[in-house]
């Protein structure tokens, strides 16, 4: 018998978290980002470890910036991650941690790490988890698993992820010390800051046209008040 979970399941179990309509706009990076995770979490080769959530929680914060309200973020975040029968408190204390290790370390210790030309003794856990990545052929990378590298690299040093030649080698090196494919990163990557670029301007178009929406009300509001009523013919 095939105990499988499938699409539907998971997406009905985040529709039953999350009971709220989410916003046009946004919809696709949330069914996207549900599949992404279902069909990574269902995959035998597939194994947790903190890059993978840096990557989830760094995709999700970028893509859902602007979202109202506000306050419905976490509920969607949460939902996504129990969907997939999975800690979202996990992911996120994990995300956290990397993101103030790759704060604290120059960007070469980092890359010399995660490269594993160095032993990286500040965290133990994210070592083990390097390690496991390199001598494992059946690792199974992830589009998620590349943002998660590009986070550290970011956060390290904004200006190397902007200059091509640098970010290139930066990739390369990691690439070649977890023993994943150069090339699948880079695409990867590149599709994601594509994506983030169209996003953002999305969310501009929107703005200027919830602007001009609210002009055009408060003109009409204006119009109706400043309207005088007619003489009645009595004279």
């Given at each position: 018998m095939n105990n499988v979970r499938t699409v539907s399941d998971t997406k009905r179990t985040f529709h039953t978290l999350h009971t709220r309509p989410i916003n046009t706009i946004y919809r696709r990076v949330v069914e996207e980002l549900m599949v992404e995770m279902?069909?990574?979490?269902?995959?035998?080769?597939?194994?947790?470890n903190?890059?993978?959530a840096l990557g989830v929680v760094?995709?999700?914060?970028?893509?859902?910036?602007?979202?109202?309200?506000?306050?419905d973020k976490e509920s969607?975040?949460?939902a996504l991650l129990r969907a997939i029968?999975?800690?979202p408190q996990i992911y996120r204390q994990d995300a956290q941690r990397l993101q103030e290790l790759a704060k604290s370390l120059p960007p070469q210790d980092l890359i010399a790490a995660l490269s594993l030309q160095t032993q990286l003794n500040?965290?133990?856990?994210?070592?083990?988890?390097?390690q496991a990545i390199a001598s494992n052929p059946k690792f199974k990378y992830s589009r998620l698993f590349a943002i998660g590298l590009f986070s550290l690299l970011?956060?390290?040093?904004?200006?190397?992820?902007?200059?091509?030649?640098?970010?290139t080698e930066a990739l390369k090196s990691i690439a070649a010390g977890l023993h994943i494919s150069?090339?699948?990163?880079?695409?990867?990557?590149?599709?994601?800051?594509?994506?983030?670029?169209?996003?953002?301007?999305?969310?501009?178009?929107?703005?200027?046209?919830?602007?001009?929406?609210?002009k055009k009300r408060e003109q009409r509001s204006q119009q109706s008040s400043t309207t005088v009523t007619p003489p009645t013919a009595s004279e």
């Open positions: 279902h069909l990574l979490a269902v995959n035998v080769d597939f194994s947790y903190p890059i993978f760094t995709s999700f914060d970028r893509f859902m910036q602007g979202y109202q309200p506000e306050s969607i975040f949460n029968e999975a800690d500040r965290d133990t856990d994210l070592q083990s988890h390097l970011e956060l390290s040093d904004p200006e190397l992820v902007k200059d091509e030649k640098q970010r150069d090339d699948k990163l880079n695409k990867d990557l590149e599709l994601y800051r594509s994506n983030l670029d169209k996003m953002a301007q999305a969310l501009v178009v929107m703005a200027d046209m919830l602007s001009a929406d609210r």
